[in-house]
């Protein structure tokens, strides 16, 4: 499978704990976003990479959390002292900067529930 | 970016066409018009997307009308696998970075 891959795809935790999330991007792929979407909402933006370059990152990330990517390849979304307002979806895309159309393509998503 | 309005809910009966409209009346003229949908516990998969003239991909049409203030996806013979969360989003093309979600139109095709 070439695709994006996300892991885990589910993980609960208790509040308070830490969590890190790993995306594995499509190989020629330099572009790689986060997105969050809770129940009955959109995906929401939370931050994207140009290469090992953290470009943009929304005000929803707050101080608790950090995204890297060191070398351009697979990124990891980390969360801090989780709280159950972190209970989401977390979805990972990635994209080609020399072939950009526009299109994202998503992994299947990393499920958190915080109790 | 601008915004999009669509339809918070759609039902379509099975092998008959899909039309799921979406306003953005405040498009800019470098702004292209994407769909993209959402089955229920996977990501989101890209459709289609188009500036001012109407495309059409295996997947589906867009059409876009003349004055770009709308737009309408098209399924032309939808199926039970159809159903999921359909998103009409507009950016800039070849801007880089992210794209902006609203709550798109939930289509239910029906037996």
């Known amino acids: 499978d070439t695709g994006v891959s996300q892991d885990p795809r589910h993980k609960i935790t208790k509040r308070g704990q830490n969590v890190t999330f790993r995306c594995d991007p499509i190989s020629e792929h330099n572009r790689l976003y986060w997105y969050r979407q809770t129940l009955g909402q959109g995906p929401e933006f939370l931050t994207y990479f140009q290469n090992e370059a953290q470009l943009e990152k929304s005000r929803l990330l707050s101080d608790r959390f950090s995204a890297e990517r060191p070398k351009g390849s697979f990124s990891t979304l980390e969360i801090q002292r989780t709280e159950q307002g972190d209970s989401a979806m977390y979805l990972c895309?990635?994209?080609?900067?020399?072939?950009?159309?526009?299109?994202?393509?998503f992994g299947e998503g990393s499920r958190l529930t915080v109790l | 970016d601008a915004k999009t309005t669509q339809p918070t809910s759609m039902d379509c009966a099975e092998g008959r066409a899909a039309n799921l409209p979406c306003n953005h009346s405040t498009i800019s003229g470098n702004e292209y018009v994407y769909w993209y949908r959402q089955i229920h516990s996977q990501g989101p998969q890209y459709i289609i997307h188009?500036?001012?003239n109407n495309e059409t991909n295996e997947m589906a049409s867009l059409i876009i009308t003349e004055d770009r203030k709308s737009s309408t996806l098209i399924l032309p013979h939808a199926t039970l696998r159809d159903t999921a969360v359909y998103y009409c989003i507009v950016r800039v093309y070849n801007q880089g970075g992210k794209l902006i979600f609203g709550q798109g139109t939930e289509l239910s095709v029906k037996p």
């Open positions: 895309a990635s994209s080609s900067f020399t072939v950009n159309t526009g299109e994202l393509f």
């Open positions: 188009g500036l001012k």
